[in-house]
């Protein structure tokens, strides 16, 4: 397939690259003119737009993708297939697929789960939003970047499902920072400690598999100095989409509003940066009198 690639950041540039080394013709534009070998680079949106059969979108935020698609749907074929896998807010998703099919375009949204080493090894999930027949035929692409797809509803089901998963995952996170903050002053060993809840009714992913604390459980970036990984402003940015959309449907989420502040709280101290597992140090080196 002839697919534009346009955003080659840190998840960008290894999911257009797993695309070309499964043989598609994958022409590449980034406004920080990234080259990538085996990327066709491109100098303009125009480039990455005209005559593709499929575009793929990986920006920052949904300020850039409304900007970068009023451009690109005037230079796309009729019945191309355009998939923003960005995680953004609802309200850009659908106002971007509505573009779309202004120009007889095929609009998805399908962000992602499964951060840069899920996009480096091609294992990441994702979240489709958009008509279902158009699915089957992007679905060997997501089968390509990753090891799962679900078709999650019309456009913008993908980021509703985004925006709830990692509310969860932020709010989880949160709880077993404070778990082993308040096992370690009740002298419990964090080994130990460890061994029970992941395999009793506490157990969770950022707990089981993506433990915050250094030297238990699998490998994650507590054990590599809380380098990203996911970094904690990224969890601040989809903790705030999520804020943004349970605010416009009056949705009581008070524990995603707590922990929106937190990380919030943590980048304004010293998180930015850092891997979001990271938090359990601030957690840590607040006490109960810290307002
Ligand atoms: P990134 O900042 O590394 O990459 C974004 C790229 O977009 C940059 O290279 C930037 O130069 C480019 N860009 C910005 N404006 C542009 C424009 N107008 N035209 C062309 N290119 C432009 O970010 P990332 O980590 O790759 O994340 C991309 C998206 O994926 C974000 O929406 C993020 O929330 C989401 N996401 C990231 C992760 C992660 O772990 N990094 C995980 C899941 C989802």
Redesign the pocket.
Known sequence: MKIGF????????PMAKNLSEAGHDVFG????Q?SLHGIQQVGN?EG?SRGMEVVI?????GT??K??YKEIVTFGSKNAIFID????DVESAVTVAQLAKLNDIQPFDA?????????EAGT?TFMAGGDETTFDIIKPLFELMGQKAVLCGKNGAGQAA?ICNNMILGVSMIAVCEAFALADELHLDRQKMFDVVSTSSGQCWSLNTYCPAAGIGPMSPSDNDYK????SD?ML??LTLAQTAANSKNVFTPMGNHAQKLYSDFIAKDGSGIDFSGIINFIKNNSRTTP
Do not use: R
């Open positions: 346009i955003g080659l950041g840190n998840m960008g540039a534009y980034d406004i920080a990234i949106l990455a979108t990986m920006l920052p935020n850039i993708l900007d970068v896998c960005s995680t953004v962000p992602v789960s499964g951060g840069v080493v899920g996009a990441l985004k990203p990984g996911f970094a990224l940015k989809d």
